[in-house]
């Protein structure tokens, strides 16, 4: 089975601009996490879906992230406008039955 | 709310000597799921451990933790670290409708 895939691996983008990652969660995983991690702050929650609800919008990331799941194998995050804070990796994970996390290799953004 | 607590930010060892890292957790849930995940350099996280059951050790790769509902912890432990060790590791709760981490605990192992 394919794990979590996550487009792009890396990003670069000017301040101002508007990115959107891409993530395809495991087969059959109700549950998809969008997180950001930098080494200050380390893991955070920045959206949650089940069955394609959003069940979360991660509060202090409201006003510039936008996280959608037009169907069940594919998510969005919309970072509108960039700021050179957002630079950070960027991970999506889905969740089967038992909980256990499945993390995507990441997207590694850069705003200068 | 649900919530994770790993005390330490980094801890550092010499290679032999035993790992213990400290994770407590508070939760309304009755039935948590805890978790530990392993992140190596430039990885992304995976799972080490999991556990639901009380009191009930859970063994993976060398490392092990102990779920224990009366005192909220999950501590992870190992009998001999080894230079392989080094990672970030994190304690997880589940059991609501979502997963909390903790902020992580830096695992330095030297020579």
């Known amino acids: 089975d394919a794990g979590v895939t996550q487009t792009p691996r890396h990003e670069v983008a000017e301040k101002g601009q508007t990115i959107i990652l891409k993530c395809e969660p495991v087969s059959g995983h109700n549950d998809l996490f969008w997180y950001r991690q930098t080494k200050i702050q380390g893991l955070e929650l920045l959206s949650y879906?089940?069955?394609?609800?959003?069940?979360?919008d991660g509060g202090a990331f409201k006003d510039r992230f936008k996280a959608e799941m037009l169907n069940s194998s594919f998510s969005t995050l919309k970072i509108q406008p960039t700021e050179p804070k957002d630079s950070a990796v960027y991970l999506c994970?889905?969740?089967?039955?038992?909980?256990?996390?499945?993390f995507g290799p990441g997207t590694r953004l850069t705003v200068l | 709310g649900d919530s994770v607590t790993q005390t330490e930010g980094l801890v550092t060892l010499t290679e032999g000597l035993p790992v213990m890292l400290n994770c407590t957790y508070q939760t309304i849930y009755s039935n948590p799921f805890l978790f530990w995940y392993v992140q190596h350099l430039n990885e992304s996280p995976r799972l080490l451990l999991k556990?639901?059951?009380?009191?009930k050790r859970t063994e993976h790769q060398g490392f092990h933790a102990t779920l224990h509902k009366s005192s909220s912890s999950f501590h992870l432990q190992k009998s001999s670290a080894q230079l392989s060790d080094s990672a970030l590791y994190y304690c997880a709760l589940g059991g609501g409708y979502k997963v909390v981490f903790g902020s992580g605990t830096r695992l330095l192992v030297s020579p």
């Open positions: 556990s639901f059951t009380d009191n």
């Open positions: 994970a889905s969740t089967g039955g038992d909980g256990e996390q499945y």
């Open positions: 879906f089940r069955s394609k609800s959003l069940m979360e």
